[in-house]
């Protein structure tokens, strides 16, 4: 049998071997989905609507927000539906659609994470010259390369994947169509698939990480010579809500994608993925939120304002 006979669509097998674990994840999925978007959209219209927060630093978070609510929903909707029944299946177009919103999505909120810490770096190290390098024009040309970079990622990746030959393996075992599961099921050997599955994540996940190490050591080297305990804190609390952000997603990436041939555990893909799919996207906004006294003061005057 040749590549067309999954023309038709794909099984994604994701949890069925456990119907009970099926029901129980169905529910928190859906939970945490639900406070997912509630969270996301609270962020994005906080930061439109207050005009203290008309900033760099909360422009790029709106733009954060927005992904995390666009790579959320190119995949869990599809989730529920497989664990709400029997049906696991996924047409073909489907599967390709999500797998090119997935590589998109992720690509850009790597490079996006690299552009916020150059924000932080900036506002830190260069504080008088801040509104002047951080021009709108600036910010919008940086949003645009991180978005630009996931289009490319996906562009590239999307169709060598989707192309492999399957000889009629059209049994995906994962709860969603991820480069490393379609890879799993080729029927060719996939060396150079994989080469060069390796070769852009060292571009798109290692060279953003990279920077944001190399400007998180400039900033803590400028907070530790700040003489005002109210200034390192204030620095601290707004550097540490982005670097635990940028730990969540960046070790789940790395481990998932710098290795796509790796041996690990099925379940421990699956469960990764979903972590970074699903419980990254719903932290967001709570740790941003909740180490934030700007977007804290600008919800009480919303709601007061209501």
Same mark, same amino acid.
């Given at each position: 049998m040749t590549n067309?006979?999954?023309?038709?669509?794909?099984?994604?097998?994701?949890?069925?071997?456990?119907?009970?674990?099926?029901?129980?994840l169905f529910v928190f999925v859906l939970l945490f989905y639900l406070v997912t978007l509630l969270g996301n959209v609270v962020i994005i219209l906080v930061a439109r609507l207050d005009p203290s927060l008309h900033t760099p630093m909360y422009f790029f978070l709106t733009n954060l927000?927005?992904?995390? &609510? +666009?790579?959320?929903?190119?995949? !869990?909707?599809?989730l529920l539906f497989n664990l709400g029944g029997p049906d696991k299946t996924i047409s073909y177009v489907g599967c390709a659609i999500q797998l090119f919103m997935f590589l998109g999505l992720?690509?850009?909120?790597?490079?996006?994470?690299?552009?916020?810490?150059?924000?932080?770096?900036?506002?830190?190290?260069?504080?008088?010259?801040?509104?002047?390098?951080m021009h709108p024009q600036l910010c919008w040309k940086l949003v645009s390369v991180a978005w630009g970079v996931g289009l490319l990622n996906s562009?590239?990746?999307?169709?060598?994947?989707?192309?492999?030959?399957?000889?009629?393996?059209?049994?995906?075992?994962?709860? &969603? +169509?991820?480069?490393?599961?379609? !890879?799993k099921i080729a029927c060719v050997d996939t060396v150079a698939v994989e080469s060069?599955?390796?070769?852009?994540?060292?571009?798109?996940?290692l060279v953003p990480l990279s920077l944001i190490l190399i400007s998180y050591n400039y900033i803590a080297l400028a907070v530790l010579r700040m003489k005002s305990s109210a200034g390192r804190r204030k620095a601290f609390n707004t550097c540490g809500s982005h670097l635990t952000v940028v730990s969540l997603f960046y070790g789940n990436i790395i481990?998932?994608?710098?290795?796509?041939?790796?041996?690990?555990?099925q379940d421990q893909g699956k469960f990764l993925t979903l972590f970074y799919n699903l419980v990254t996207p719903m932290l967001n906004p709570v740790i941003y939120t909740l180490r934030n006294k700007d977007v804290n003061g600008a919800l009480r005057r919303l709601v007061s304002r209501k």
């Open positions: 067309q006979s999954c023309q038709e669509g794909f099984i994604l097998l994701g949890f069925s071997d456990r119907p009970k674990l099926e029901q129980i927000s927005f992904l995390d &609510l +666009c790579f959320t929903t190119s995949s !869990i909707p599809q992720g690509g850009t909120e790597c490079v996006l994470l690299a552009v916020m810490a150059y924000d932080r770096f900036t506002a830190i190290c260069n504080p008088l010259h801040y509104s002047v390098l562009l590239v990746m999307s169709p060598v994947t989707m192309k492999l030959p399957r000889c009629g393996r059209c049994r995906v075992k994962h709860f &969603l +169509c991820e480069m490393p599961a379609l !890879i060069t599955v390796f070769i852009l994540s060292v571009i798109i996940v481990y998932m994608y710098m290795q796509p041939g790796n041996n690990s555990s």
